[in-house]
């Protein structure tokens, strides 16, 4: 699975980081893989959430060390 | 604007998390050149907000110096800015508020002589103004220009605010062919600070929609807010077809 582009949103609250996940996403052509790391928390519960009602495609969310890694597949058209 | 600044993406978080904005809805929003004739009563809602909203470019026209019985309703202004023309301290108002704004001030009234040079250089236009000469002088113009103009009155408790986009909709004069007799001027008659409030919040939600493309608009309604009783009516406007208005093409 190839990843385009990787942002790391730890430290970003909420709805900074989702907004900045939909900037990285704008820049990216259909299908292509973003990696996003989130805090624990506020930002794993929504964000994703958040991505999915825009209508791209959440591929993967595992812990990574004190954070969340994600893959969005970017779909949506409406960023 | 093609990149945000960290700064600018917090400053619009609000506008850019609603799906009907958007990042791509913010971007337009950043580069927009928008006209608003009147920095008083309408104005100072109109003003506030689309600076806040960060529209990138705002023209102001008004030659009027601040009064103190302006201060009642026109909110930008402050009271050791008396004397001060408005469009200055409209100027004033909005760079303290968001230094992103280009603001370009015109020191003096619209008329039939410099209306189209100055409403030319806007994507959209907001009608602030306090009489019915300068509100059949914006809408001929704009009407045939294709302007689009976001229109309101308000007297005492009451306002209206609609939408005019001239290819294919009615205009003012479609509404009010000729000056209705007995008019009262704003600046002669009362008028409720918060009815300016508003009429002139809707003109700023309507411009915003207008720019980003949002649809369902006020373009061929009228809504009419009545504060003492505290109801709005809405009325459907329809082109008349014998309309006094300046475009032969609308004929």
């Known amino acids: 699975m190839k990843i385009s582009k990787t942002i790391d949103l730890t430290g970003e609250l909420c709805p900074i980081n989702f907004i900045k996940a939909k900037i990285a996403l704008e820049d990216l052509n259909k299908q292509e893989i973003l990696e996003i790391y989130l805090d624990d928390g506020m930002p794993i519960k929504n964000v994703p959430r958040s991505l999915e009602l825009d209508g791209h495609i959440v591929l993967l969310i595992e812990k990574a060390n004190e954070a969340y890694r994600v893959l969005v597949q970017r779909e949506g058209l409406n960023v | ?251």
């Open chain 2, 1 to 251: 604007m093609s990149e945000f600044s960290n700064e600018q993406i917090e400053r619009y978080s609000r506008n850019m998390v609603l799906n009907e904005i958007g990042i791509t809805g913010q971007r337009k929003i950043n580069k927009v050149k928008v006209l608003v004739i009147g920095a008083g009563g309408l104005g100072s809602p109109v003003l506030m907000y689309l600076a806040a909203a960060g529209v990138g470019d705002i023209g102001i026209i008004d030659g009027d110096k601040i009064e103190l019985s302006n201060l009642q309703r026109q909110t930008i202004h402050a009271t050791e800015n008396i004397g001060m023309s408005k469009v200055q301290s409209a100027k004033k108002f909005i760079k303290r508020l968001n230094t992103d704004v280009k603001v370009t001030t015109y020191e003096y009234f619209l008329n039939k002589d410099n209306s189209q040079e100055i409403i030319s250089k806007y994507d959209l236009i907001i009608d602030g103004v306090d009489n019915f000469q300068s509100r059949y002088l914006v809408n001929d113009t704009c009407v045939y220009l294709k302007k689009p103009l976001v229109e309101a009155g308000i007297i005492g408790f009451v306002g209206m605010v609609t939408l005019i986009l001239s290819d294919d909709g009615p205009c003012y004069r479609c509404l009010y062919p000729e000056i209705p007799d007995r008019a009262p001027t704003c600046s002669k008659a009362g008028v409720l600070g918060a009815t300016a409030g508003i009429i002139g919040s809707i003109q700023a939600s309507e411009a915003i929609k207008y720019i980003v493309g949002i649809e369902e608009n006020l373009n061929g309604r009228v809504i009419f807010w009545d504060g003492l009783t505290s109801t709005i009516h809405e009325v459907k406007l329809h082109r008349n077809k014998d309309c006094l208005s300046s475009s032969p093409k609308r004929k």
